[in-house]
């Protein structure tokens, strides 16, 4: 059973473009969360999804962030226009959906670089 | 957001116990507390979990008092690779309140 896997791992991106992060769960895992993680800082909730239903995006900013977890597929954090401010460690998690109160497991995470 | 405080960091000596403290004043009776840790810049790690027992792994064991008011992590012989930031959450299950939220966590420097 393969672990939560974060693709890519690295990504840079020129100040303007989009960022596409992408998040496979663990199988059999219908909960999503992702995290911003800036450099020397803690790990900031950003949204908690499970399938096609965003429950919680009280840490999204309210501008050019997205989040999606279709039916099929992985889970997708989309940044738009991305500025430099956007340079962080995002990591992504997931539990399943029961029993509720199972542990969360944690990708690798994607270093997002913004030049 | 989080609902713990833990101290900044701490330090321990290789082959000790390391013990973390956690204080989660305002628990409410059906939210668990979680014990995760982050080393370096990695993804981080699940170490364990518990409602009001003690519970143990093979990572680590969970005491929560009785008034779950507070808890403390052991790490029964600390090792130079248990050096991490050690997060403690408090999070309700249910089917629409499942998130998970961070404080700062504590930084264990474990020495030789």
């Known amino acids: 059973n393969a672990g939560v896997m974060q693709n890519p791992r690295h990504l840079v991106r020129r100040r303007g473009q989009e960022a596409r992060l992408r998040c496979s769960p663990m199988?059999?895992?219908?909960?999503v969360y992702w995290y911003r993680q800036l450099p020397e800082e803690g790990l900031k909730f950003m949204v908690y999804l499970q399938k096609e239903n965003i429950i919680d995006e009280s840490g999204m900013p309210k501008e050019r962030f997205s989040a999606e977890f279709p039916k099929e597929g992985p889970s997708i954090l989309r940044i738009q226009q991305v500025v430099r401010g956007d340079s962080a460690a995002y990591f992504c998690a997931s539990s399943p959906q029961e029993p509720l109160n199972t542990e969360a497991f944690f990708g690798q995470g994607t270093r997002l670089t913004v030049v | 957001d989080a609902k713990t405080t833990q101290p900044t960091s701490m330090d321990c000596a290789e082959g000790r116990a390391a013990n973390l403290p956690c204080n989660h004043s305002?628990?409410?009776?059906?939210?668990?507390v979680y014990w995760y840790r982050q080393i370096h810049s990695q993804g981080p790690q699940y170490i364990i979990h518990?409602?009001?027992n003690n519970e143990t792994n093979e990572m680590a064991s969970l005491i929560i008092t009785e008034d779950r008011k507070s808890s403390t992590l052991i790490l029964p012989h600390a090792t130079l690779r248990d050096t991490a930031v050690y997060y403690c959450i408090v999070r309700v299950a249910t089917d629409n309140n499942n998130d998970m939220r961070f404080g700062a966590g504590t930084r264990l420097t474990v020495k030789p």
């Open positions: 518990g409602l009001k």
């Open positions: 199988k059999g895992h219908s909960h």
């Open positions: 305002t628990i409410s009776g059906n939210e668990y």
